[in-house]
């Protein structure tokens, strides 16, 4: 056979500008070999090609769902974060309120106990005040029960020798007119009332019944204001004037 071609060999021609290759069933054969074995050669690249292509997307899928899981992971850690921050806020919360009451409950308590005490403290007292009382009822009735008996086992103690207020205040009354003029007729006025009472009580004794307290006291008083006004005040002025003195 004869390949005639410009570039290359045609079944049945020559190469080349004007040349005849002769081409044998040899190498015929060869060159058919030479072409399944590149077309072998293209397909296992082109196999190789389209494995490595969709080894590149199988991983470029698995870095895509990795990058997607991991975007869920962190979405879902946040989540995550988000409900732990609250719910530490509300135990937060929580916390804080249990504190108050507590806090508001021991008020209430300490309140409570001060308010028992009180209570306590005035129960005591009215306790003490009427056992006072009762001992204070007590002892008067005891007190009444003597003096109910003195007066039953004897009447007659109490029957003794008494004077008036109005004994005293005339009495007074004298003694205070003295102290007007004199020192010493107050002296003299406050003996004759002693006497005066001394005889009412020696007429009282002879006597046995009552007696007035005025008469003899009032009568000896005046006497001897006006006599020791009269006389024997200016007997001890002209006896202080003329330097005398009675031993």
Known sequence: RRFESAGRPRRGGSVGR????????????????ELAA??????????????????????RTAAAAAW???TDVERTNEQLADRVAAQERRAARRAAEREAKLKKQGVE???????????????????????QQQQQQQQQAHDVEGDQQVSV?????RKGIQLGLGDFVFYSVLV?????????????????IITGLFLTLLLLGIFRKA???????????????????RLLLPLVVDIGRQGMFVS
Request: glycine share 4%.
């Open 18 to 33: 004007g040349r005849t290759v002769v081409v044998t069933m040899a190498d015929e054969e060869d060159l058919d070999a």
């Open 38 to 59: 590149l077309d072998a050669e293209l397909a296992a690249e082109e196999a190789e090609l389209g494995a490595a292509k969709a080894t590149a997307d199988a991983k």
């Open 68 to 70: 997607a899981e991991a």
């Open 109 to 131: 308590l300490i309140k409570l106990r001060a308010r028992m005490n009180a209570a306590t403290r005035r129960a005591a007292m009215q306790a003490a005040q009427q056992q």
């Open 153 to 157: 086992l004897a009447p007659e103690r």
């Open 176 to 192: 205070g007119r003295a102290a007007l003029f004199d020192m010493i007729t107050v002296y003299t006025c406050f003996l004759a």
């Open 211 to 229: 007696l007035p307290a005025l008469p003899i006291s009032i009568a000896l008083g005046i006497i001897f204001y006006f006599s020791t006004s």
